[in-house]
Structures are given as C-alpha cells and as structure tokens.
C-alpha cells in the first residue's frame, strides 16, 4: 500500500484503522454493552488485517466491509451517547420553529 498511496497515503490508512481500534477498545473498556458484540468484531478485524498483510484481501472491494462493520458499531455508540442525547434539541421545537422575516 506504501507504494500505491505514498507516505501520506499510508498515515491517512494507518491513522483511520488506528483511531477505529482506539475507540472500539474506549467503548470496551466504558463497559458499554454493545461493547460485547463489539470485542469479538475488533479482534476478528485485527486477525483479518493480520492475514491481508501476507495475502492482500482488502484489494477487492467485496472484503471492505470488514474496515467498516466496526466503524458501524462505533456509530451506533456515537449516536447513544449521553453527551450527545443531552445535546438534542427537542423534535417539537425544532419542527414548530419557523424564521420570521427579523431573523432572516
């Protein structure tokens, strides 16, 4: 992948691989309890990634899904967290606020 997508390229992939693991094990670690389901998911990613490094699996595009059902799980967590909920606003506020023409 060095090859194909440079130095840069290779820190861009590294990074976001990187940062799905980071959180995935911040969600473990929380005690969430999609952090179950999530645990078996982060380890059979990490012995996917192991074995693309002798055999390239992730060069076809049917095998991308596998980078992307723990970026799944990490949304779901995202989208439940309290910070977020709290953060909402309420669905009948946001439906009944109309502009008037001195807030345009």
């Not at 693991?21 to 990634?49: C, K, N, Q």
């Not at 002798?54 to 595009?61: I, S």
Request: aromatic share 16%; net charge positive.
């Amino acid at each position: 992948m060095l090859f194909q997508t440079g130095l840069v390229g290779f820190a861009l992939y590294t990074s976001g691989v990187v940062w799905i693991f980071w959180t995935g094990a911040r969600i473990v670690h929380a005690g969430h309890p999609l952090g179950l389901e999530l645990l078996p998911v982060l380890i059979g990613s990490l012995a996917f990634l192991i074995a693309n490094a002798t055999n390239p699996y992730l060069a076809k595009y049917d095998y991308l899904w596998i980078i992307f059902l723990p970026v799944a799980y990490i949304n779901l967590w995202l989208l439940e967290s309290p910070q977020r909920a709290a953060s909402r606003l309420p669905l009948r506020w946001s439906l009944s606020f109309r502009p008037t023409s001195s807030s345009v």
